[in-house]
């Protein structure tokens, strides 16, 4: 099966996607960092504010010709995100320390266990009594 070839519409859109999300990623990215964040955090707030929930509530016809919501329209741009996301992966799988995870895989697991404990105990806590409640459904137990 052959595989659909993109508009000059198509492109353009495609083009102006991948420019604006990269230079809102990269300003904010640095923007994040000013603030002593990491710039990922930016990053994911740009990815907010050109989404749906802001640009799309803000000015809903720009972010339907910015976003297409027809299949093919929004295509290449998915098939290039999966593309990224792939390569973040293995980048950050190529980047990882294993000799550090093990010298300090032990302390960063008995640190992330104890908070974890309080809130595990109030909603086993809370289970138990909301498992003797009354319901007009039948029995619980």
């Known amino acids: 099966m052959p595989l659909p070839s993109l508009s ?3 492109s353009t859109v495609l083009w102006t996607e991948l420019a604006t999300l990269v230079i809102a990623a990269r300003l904010l990215g640095a923007l994040a960092r000013r603030l002593g964040q990491p710039s990922v955090v930016g990053q994911l707030v740009a990815g907010l504010i050109l989404g749906p ?4 509530h803000v000015w809903p016809s720009g972010f339907a010709w910015f976003m297409p919501a027809t299949t093919l329209g929004s295509m290449p741009l998915l098939s290039l995100t ?11 799988g190529s980047d990882t320390d294993p000799t550090l995870i093990r010298k300090l895989g032990r302390a960063a697991v008995s640190k992330n266990r104890k908070p ?9 806590h809370r289970s ?14």
């Not at 929930?53 to 799309?56: A, D, Q, R, Y």
């Not at 999966?82 to 950050?92: C, E, K, R, S, T």
């Not at 138990?128 to 137990?141: A, I």
């Open 82 to 92: 999966g593309l990224a996301l792939v390569l973040i992966l293995v980048v950050i």
């Open 8 to 10: 000059p519409h198509g």
């Open 116 to 124: 974890a404990r309080v809130p595990a105990g109030v909603f086993e």
């Open 128 to 141: 138990v009594e909301l498992r003797h409640v009354p319901s007009d459904k039948g029995p619980t137990c």
């Open 53 to 56: 929930s802001v640009f799309g």
